[in-house]
């Protein structure tokens, strides 16, 4: 079993709060891998660590057995770790496709970006079939912050997809959208995985997460708490009481029924 | 529709090539001049701080620079007042690219609001150092030899020089617009952390754009030194000019390419002809003031946005109406 | 350099720059309030000053009591200001047009101060203007005391209003997070309009104790404003301590270069050491550090 992904013994704090206090986490090579927890867990910080927004104060993280703690956000991402964000970060003022385009390269460097057009016909060619693949090829020419909420949230993973990463991390990829966009979601990521790609989801949307995943890891307090098969996770009376205390009531009445 | 803007620009080309030919008198082509020079820097301004969202209030360091640049190249390297003395505008811009070098190291590791001040006080550092150093002459200033111009004829190869230096200008802004590193000047302009997350190495990107902006004002202050023979330190580093090349930009349209040509074609000829007309600044002033806030107040935008608005609204009968009910039918199918 | 000179630059440094401490901390309210940047802030100044040149001049109206007429005066010139263009200004831009707009608003009133006071340049007079006190050995000028009291007054009530009464706890409040504020139930709108108000209002104090310290005209705004912006900066900003200190830092290291090396370089160091703290703090001196992810 190779781990694309490791995370081991990652502390950090911000102020007095503790967000994470010596917090491992193992992600496959070709999984799709579920972060959940109660509210302030530190699931989002631990993203930021993992994609160098926030430098740990202790552990390491290394991606594909390279050692890549506390590397800048842009050397992680050229490395092959894409990422959204749980409030869906787009670039509001330029085109749909602009901001496919922003993503398109991963290890340019900036001099050559002064000298060559906005994209090459591959490229642009890359960026109208992964805005097929979300179904925003048709609203291409837009400016992206007239973009629906749900529609931000597609094109923030088809920009992070036309980069063509290894591993992608998803915050809250079903927050606040509807149900049948959850559901579209979902089958995207299950077409990719099979094509692939491995991914790390953080969600609140329990029913998403165990129907997807093929490994849940639960946070608890700035911990991993338990890893393990979606039902395994489920029955383990650890996380029910992890979530009993965090008084997410919508999560206990669904894990106490399964 | 290409072809028509290409039509377009073309024409406008045309008519600054043709302006000096059909009017002669110094008075006017001196607003020309002055008119041209703006137009340029507000552009050269616009391609970094229109682009990238970073509003430098210290544009008159390299105008100052590429000035100092002429006056100085020229006293000590004996050259004739003349036409040889053009052949130092482009160093003028080179020497203020290499203080921007930095100067943008510094001033580009803080974010906006904080790098708007510290490019004003990065100004009155320049200003003050130009005003007690010796080698600029202190005060007094430094005087260049006289060009041996003779009447109406004095202005015109300024008023061509000038030109090509925003019509250089433009075409840099466009191809800027263009280019991936423009794309990824407007990225960082709407989220930076995002672009940097996407791979773009935003501090090289923001330093570049911050450099090659100067080059045009360097040479612009360069222009001006020679054309008028004489500078002062309170002259060339003004305060004024800093907030007023970003005045035109955001009156014309902030990040848009025709924004502040349209922005110092207004100002800069109303500001000339005002300033030659009365003698009294104050009114000038209160009326350049209020010009910016009644524009601010009803077109937010700038005008250029604002009249392609109305325009389009008024021509949305047909095929161009078709974007706005689109993005709400994308809406509501997801 | 001498003990005297060390003396007049730590004793100037408190009582003068207090008072740039008061002129700064409107300035950096408002810009933690509501992310403006009044660059109108050093002409009304000037504005202040000039009122109560004219009290005093043309009515006999001493300068501390002219105050009485002259801070109501400045604080609805502030709301006036602040509902007819500050107001106005939306969207992402807004903090770099706010820029732009106050300076457009400070051209207008440089341009009417002209017409109405000429360039020629005045200093507010009377009796504690012209007479000195002994302190530590040197001689000050009486204004410089009653100045400093006044600022300490105004900092000291500002203070008492900001952290022990209920509008102070919603200011707080905005300056923290506006979102959140607003989330709470406060109205972010009306404590926008009177924080500037107040951050003008101050202008009134710190401009008569200017123009009786310093002859002036509408010009000395830039100077003024230059000065304040490095002061907020330095200090951090949004921050208030970080203003006062600034604001003493500031005075006080132009009176040691001043004696040290050379007057001419005076004014200059202190934008230098802007430069050198940024470079290292880019937050400023007592500045949040922006929370920058998600």
Redesign the interface.
């Known amino acids: 079993m190779s781990a694309l992904l490791e995370a081991k013994g990652i502390s950090r704090a911000f102020g007095g709060l503790r967000a994470l206090n010596g917090c491992s986490l193992h992600v496959e090579r070709g999984s799709i891998t579920g972060l959940i927890g109660p509210n302030g867990s530190g699931k989002t910080t631990l993203f930021n660590v993992i994609t160098g927004y926030v430098k740990p104060e202790a552990g390491t993280v290394s991606f594909d057995g390279k050692d890549i703690t506390g590397a800048r956000p842009n050397a992680v991402f050229a490395l092959g770790v894409g990422r959204t964000f749980q409030l869906t970060r787009i670039f509001s003022r330029i085109s749909v496709v602009e901001n496919m385009l922003v993503a398109t390269q991963r290890e340019e460097s900036w001099l050559r970006g002064l000298t060559r057009s906005k994209s090459s016909k591959t490229e642009l060619d890359a960026a109208m079939e992964w805005l097929d693949f979300v179904g925003l090829a048709r609203l291409a020419s837009l400016p992206a912050g007239s973009l629906s909420y749900g529609q931000r949230k597609l094109l923030e993973l088809a920009y992070v997809l036309v980069a063509d990463p290894d591993v992608i991390l998803l915050d809250e990829p079903a927050g606040g959208v509807n149900l049948t966009l959850i559901n579209e979601i979902g089958e995207k990521i299950r077409t990719l995985n099979k094509s692939g790609k491995t991914f790390l989801i953080v969600e609140h949307n329990m029913e998403f997460v165990m129907n997807l995943c093929d490994t849940v890891t639960v946070m608890h307090q700035g911990c991993d708490l338990v890893s393990g098969r979606p039902e395994e996770v489920r029955n383990n009376p650890l996380v029910l009481d992890a979530y009993l205390g965090g008084g997410d009531d919508e999560v206990v009445e669904e894990l106490s029924h399964g | 529709m290409k072809l028509r803007q290409s039509a377009w620009w073309a024409l406008g080309l045309v008519i600054f090539a043709l302006f000096p030919v059909v009017v002669t008198n110094p008075f006017y082509t001196t607003i020309g001049i002055f008119t041209v020079i703006y137009m340029g820097c507000a552009t050269s301004w616009n391609m970094f701080s229109g682009y990238s969202g970073y509003v430098s209030l210290g544009t008159a360091i390299f105008y100052g620079c590429g000035a100092y640049t002429m006056a100085l190249v020229s006293i000590h390297g004996h050259i004739p007042g003349g036409a040889e003395q053009f052949w130092v505008v482009p160093l003028g811009g080179l020497v203020a690219m290499a203080i921007a070098v930095p100067l943008g190291a510094v001033a580009l590791r803080v974010r906006r609001h904080t790098f708007v001040v510290i490019t004003i006080a990065f100004f009155f550092v320049f200003q003050l150092a130009a005003i007690n150093a010796n080698f600029t002459g202190g005060p007094a200033g430094l005087s260049l030899e006289l060009i041996p111009w003779q009447g109406d004829a004095y202005n015109t190869p300024f008023y061509y020089v000038a030109l090509a230096i925003l019509v250089f200008s433009v075409v840099l802004s466009a191809l800027v617009r263009r280019s991936r590193f423009g794309l990824q000047l407007l990225a960082i302009r709407d989220d930076e952390d995002r672009a940097l997350g996407l791979g773009v190495k935003v501090k090289a990107v923001k330093l570049t754009g911050y450099t090659m902006s100067a080059f045009v004002v360097g040479m612009a202050g360069a222009l001006y030194a020679m054309f008028l023979g004489q500078i002062y330190p309170q002259f060339v580093f003004d305060p004024v000019f800093d907030v007023t090349i970003a005045l035109m930009a955001f009156l014309g349209g902030f990040g848009t390419l025709l924004g502040p040509l349209v922005g110092g074609l207004i100002l800069e000829s109303s500001q000339q002809w005002l300033t030659a007309n009365y003698s009294n600044g104050s009114l000038y002033l209160i009326l350049f003031g209020a010009l910016f806030l009644i524009v601010v107040l009803f077109m937010p935008q700038g005008i250029v946005v604002k009249v392609k608005e109305v325009w389009s609204k008024r021509t949305s009968t047909g095929s161009d109406a078709t974007q706005a009910p689109l993005a709400t039918l994308g809406s509501e199918s997801l | 350099m001498n003990s005297s000179a060390l003396i007049h630059a730590l004793v100037d440094g408190v009582l003068t720059g207090s008072v740039y401490a008061l002129m700064a901390t409107g300035l950096t309210l408002v ?1 933690g309030v509501m ?1 403006i ?1 009044n660059l109108a802030q050093g002409i009304l100044v000037i504005l202040g000053a000039y009122l109560s040149y004219t009290l005093s001049v043309h009515f006999g109206v001493d300068l501390f009591v002219g105050l009485l007429i002259t801070i109501p005066t400045l604080f609805v010139v502030g709301i006036v200001i602040e509902r007819l ?1 500050v107001a ?6 807004r ?3 706010s ?3 106050t ?6 009133i ?3 101060l ?2 109405v006071y000429s360039i020629n340049q005045v200093q507010l007079q009377a009796w504690y203007v012209n007479r000195s006190f002994p302190i530590f050995g040197i001689y000050l000028p009486y204004i410089y005391l009653l100045g400093f009291i006044l600022a300490a007054a105004l900092l000291g009530s500002l203070y008492y209003m900001l952290y022990r009464t209920r509008f102070g706890a919603s200011i707080r409040a905005s300056l923290s997070d506006q979102t959140a504020a607003a989330l709470v139930g406060i109205d972010t709108k009306r404590v926008a309009t009177i924080c500037f108000g107040i951050g003008v209002a101050v202008t009134a104090a710190g401009g008569m104790i200017y123009g009786a310290t310093n002859a002036f005209n509408a010009s000395s705004s ?1 100077d003024l404003i ?1 000065r304040l ?2 002061i ?2 330095l200090g951090g ?1 949004g921050s208030l301590g970080g203003a006062l200190v600034a604001g003493i830092l500031m005075v006080m290291l132009q009176d040691i270069v001043a004696v040290v090396w050379s007057p ?2 005076s ?2 160091s202190f ?2 050491v ?2 050198i703290v ?2 290292l703090r ?3 001196l007592f500045g949040k550090q ?1 929370a ?3």
């Open positions: 810009f992310d940047i263009f106005r200004l939306k969207g992402p831009e903090t770099a047009m820029i732009l707009v300076y457009a608003i400070s051209l207008v440089e341009g009417i002209n017409e830039y230059s912006l490095t907020i900066v900003m001419i370089w004014s200059m934008f230098v802007l430069v940024l470079s880019p937050q400023g922006s920058r992810v998600a």
